[in-house]
């Protein structure tokens, strides 16, 4: 992660360079803990390349700055196997 970076959802990401994935739970009832912290954007496009994932690719003047991929364990979608976010 860059050291420029607040990790205000402690540590539930890791920079997509690192490859890095850490487990965590969600009741489904909250927002997902996307992380957008120094990241200007002015659109969010939501995908969903497969029954247990969501892809999130933020931009900025039609251009990608971010995308979060976020993986579950089965096809509710309650628990959370990893979230991997990359920054361009």
């Known amino acids: ?12 990401f890791r920079d997509g360079a690192t ?17 957008t912290a120094g990241v200007d954007w002015d659109e969010v496009i939501t ?3 497969g029954t247990h994932q969501d892809l999130f690719t933020y931009k900025k003047n ?4 971010q995308t979060v991929l976020v993986e579950y364990e089965s096809n509710q979608k ?4 990893y979230m991997q976010r990359t920054r361009f």
């Open 62 to 65: 039609n251009v990608t700055v």
């Open 47 to 49: 995908t969903f390349p």
């Open 78 to 81: 309650k628990s959370i196997l």
């Open 19 to 35: 490859g890095d994935a850490v487990a965590t739970t969600y009741d489904g009832e909250q927002p997902l803990p996307v992380e």
């Open 1 to 12: 992660m860059k050291t420029n970076l607040a990790d205000r959802e402690f540590s539930k």
